[in-house]
């Protein structure tokens, strides 16, 4: 099975004990599907990234409109253009920044396109639509972004205080983090400590991970039942 999908499948299976709603797991596969952004085959990406962040800069500068989401765009950009494969877009550090920076991405577009009246469920769906042709694969795209829009609009989202931190910067990071677990299962490994320790991490810390997972996930689902 080719990595992106082992990965998308991965981040569904790691997020779903702890975010139940269609539009967390919608997150955490954009955010599994990022860290690969690194790679030299990705530079395509790269520069659709900036050049998006770039433009959506300029447009929102030149129309007096918060221009946060372009900045963060290129800032991501440059991250992934100066990590090596495997390096600083895998690790802890990595992880959380990107995550931040997705997570005030998602807060500030619901923010700024509720102020045009639109539907949660709108504005959910287009941030989807958005990230997803972004981050997601070209093969996984279609299915992905059908099984994610039907979902926003056929099942009812909290109602109460549902955009917060917890519910955006949760799956976004559980995703990015399920896919350096999965990478420290590939024999070269993942620079986790990066920039502090070079030294690559293997299975022994991706089976560590797992078992704390499996651990959290049973008291995240003991609360339910």
């Not at 992106?4 to 997020?15: C, G, M, P, Q, V």
């Not at 596969?29 to 990406?45: E, M, Q, R, T, Y």
């Not at 959506?56 to 500068?61: N, R």
């Not at 440059?78 to 550090?93: A, D, N, V």
């Amino acid at each position: 099975m080719p990595s992106y999908k082992k990965h998308a499948i991965f981040a569904l299976i790691f997020t779903l004990p702890f975010f139940f709603n269609i539009f967390s797991l919608a997150l955490a596969v954009i955010g599994a599907s990022l860290p690969d952004f690194d790679h030299d085959l990705k530079k395509k990406n790269i520069s659709i990234l900036f050049i998006t962040g770039f433009l959506l800069t300029v447009i929102t500068y030149l129309l007096a409109l918060p221009y946060t989401v372009g900045i963060i765009l290129m800032d991501m950009a440059l991250i992934f253009y100066l990590s090596r494969h495997r390096g600083f877009t895998h690790s802890l550090m990595g992880l959380i920044i990107l995550s931040l920076f997705l997570t005030i991405l998602v807060i500030s577009t619901y923010f700024f396109m509720s102020t045009w009246g639109l539907d949660k469920e709108v504005i959910f769906a287009l941030i989807v639509l958005f990230l997803g042709v972004l981050a997601v694969n070209k093969r996984i795209i279609i299915p992905f972004l059908f099984i994610s829009l039907l979902g926003i609009f056929l099942i009812p989202l909290p109602a109460y205080n549902f955009l917060n931190l917890y519910n955006v910067f949760g799956p976004i990071f559980l995703g990015f983090l399920s896919h350096s677990i999965l990478d420290m299962f590939n024999p070269s490994g993942v620079e986790f400590l990066r920039p502090f320790v070079a030294n690559k991490f293997k299975k022994p810390l991706g089976l560590f991970f797992i078992v704390v997972w499996i651990l959290l996930s049973f008291y995240s689902l003991s609360r339910l039942f």
